[in-house]
T-cell receptor, first 112, second 110 residues
Framework: KAGVTQTPRYLIKTRGQQVTLSCSPISGHRSVSWYQQTPGQGLQFLFEYFSETQRNKGNFPGRFSGRQFSNSRSEMNVSTLELGDSALYLC???????????FGPGTRLTVL | QQQVKQSPQSLIVQKGGISIINCAYENTAFDYFPWYQQFPGKGPALLIAIRPDVSEKKEGRFTISFNKSAKQFSLHIMDSQPGDSATYFCAASINNDMRFGAGTRLTVKP
């Protein structure tokens, strides 16, 4: 089975722009979670989607949003980018809620 | 609010030695405790996980010890190898809302 894939792998944006990141979960997995990883804050939970519905949300501002499609693929969007949004954004999928999560390789976002 | 505290921040072990990483959590509602291994440039990979109804789980050289009353759990890596050099994260979750420890950078010297 193919693993979790994330596109693009690298992205450079400037302050004020917006960005959309994409995640394709493992086939058959219906839950997709997003995390932000930075050297200073570590791994922080952004939000989680299951069957196209946001089930959980971390403590991030409203500039961070996401959605899940009927095929379980997910996108996250960050609007009005700030320098502090530079991070590795990780997507993880699992078959259902409360189950093991499998991570993708991440998208490295750099905000200049 | 840091819900999962991990220590040490970094660890250097000789080849063949035992690596021990500790985590403590606050929320007693957490019901799943995984450990992830992350190499540079890669996403975290699940190493081993435990649920609170079990006190110990062993998979190969990796063992999780879980103390529910103390709200602590630890990862033991036996016979540590240079290839184990990576960053290790403990985590605790409820329904896929996963909270991670800050990570431990393990270096195994040959």
């Amino acid at each position: 089975k193919a693993g979790v894939t994330q596109t693009p792998r690298y992205l450079i944006k400037t302050r004020g722009q917006q960005v959309t990141l994409s995640c394709s979960p493992i086939s058959g997995h219906r839950s997709v979670s997003w995390y932000q990883q930075t050297p200073g804050q570590g791994l922080q939970f952004l939000f989680e989607y299951f069957s196209e519905t946001q089930r959980n949300k971390g403590n991030f501002p409203g500039r961070f949003s996401g959605r899940q499609f009927s095929n379980s693929r997910s996108e996250m969007n960050v609007s009005t980018l700030e320098l502090g949004d530079s991070a590795l954004y990780l997507c993880a999928s699992s078959p259902r809620l409360g189950n093991t999560q499998y991570f993708g390789p991440g998208t490295r976002l750099t905000v200049l | 609010q840091q819900q999962v505290k991990q220590s040490p921040q970094s660890l250097i072990v000789q080849k063949g030695g035992i690596s021990i990483i500790n985590c403590a959590y606050e929320n007693t509602a957490f019901d799943y405790f995984p450990w992830y291994q992350q190499f540079p440039g890669k996403g975290p990979a699940l190493l081993i996980a435990i649920r609170p109804d079990v006190s110990e789980k062993k998979e190969g050289r990796f063992t999780i010890s879980f103390n529910k009353s103390a709200k602590q759990f630890s990862l033991h890596i036996m016979d540590s190898q240079p290839g184990d050099s990576a960053t290790y994260f403990c985590a605790a979750s409820i329904n896929n809302d996963m909270r991670f420890g800050a990570g431990t950078r393990l270096t195994v010297k040959p």
